[in-house]
């Protein structure tokens, strides 16, 4: 299949790119930077999603499109960052589908990408895809990426809104930040800890997303998350376990707003999110369970 990806240079972008080489699929990548060390077999067009419009040679071929590409949100909220965040999202997503629109041939799917942080702050409420929206600033920027993903869906293309909890890996990520507190022993819990944190093995999203090109009854929004979520405290015993080390440090909500502002909204949101149209669909996580995926990341 010809497939072509945004944002495909990041921490999911790359681990994706790699398996869709590895079963065949031609790539083609819209990038903002020539740059991607990832060799000959990819072809790649320079687009900026926050300032072009993407060049209609990078689509013209495309069987389906992966749409990755965002301002990292891990980063202090100021009126700037949020700006850049909400953009290359938004207005990122309406120039592709522009172009979609302006193909004469358009590919059958668009996999875009969303996250759990739809759902806002919920406390112990089971999440699935047909709850609604919840309050806060990354809500709010999910709503507005996924309602211009939608205007897909008009030209006749399947669109699936992949509403990605936080995906573990070793090599980038919320794991890779957490790690290094955990190795010096000092890690813990995150305010109350009974906050509940939707995760994904990085693996399995990659999948999940491969699935998704080829089953059709996928469609709209999807929570790309393991259908085992797990409170702060027990995410955090999990990985002290793995890692072999104490988590006695438990560090206030209020010294993490300090710290970070808003943006400690990320670690202190509950999201308790299960991945009811993936099972529906047939999808099996390889590590359903904590222990297992962080034991696979961390042996
Ligand atoms: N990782 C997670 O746990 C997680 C969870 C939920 C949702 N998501 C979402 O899934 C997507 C991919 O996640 P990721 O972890 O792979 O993100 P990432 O490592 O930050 O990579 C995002 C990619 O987007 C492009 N990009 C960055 N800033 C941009 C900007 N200002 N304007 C336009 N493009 C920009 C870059 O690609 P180029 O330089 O190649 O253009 C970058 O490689 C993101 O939209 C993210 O919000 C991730």
Redesign the pocket.
Known sequence: MNITL????????RRLVRRLLAEGHRIH?L???AK?GFGPDVECSIW???TMEPEPEGLADAEAVIH??????AQRWTPRARR?ILD??TV?TRRLVEALARLPRRPPVLIS?S??GFYGHRADEVLEESSPPGKGFLAGVCLGWEKEADAAGALGIRVVKLR????LGRE???LAQMLTPFQWGLGGPLASGAQWMSWIHVEDLVSLVVFALAHDQLQGPVNGTSPNPVTNVEFTRELARALRRPSLFSVPARALRLLYGEMADIVLASQKVLPGAALKAGFEFQYPQIRGALQNLLA
């Open positions: 945004t944002g495909a240079t990041g921490f999911l972008g990548l990038v903002r930077h991607t900026n999603a926050y990755l590409a965002g301002e990292p949100v850049r290359s999202r990122g990408a996250a759990t990605m909890g936080v995906a980038g990520g919320a």
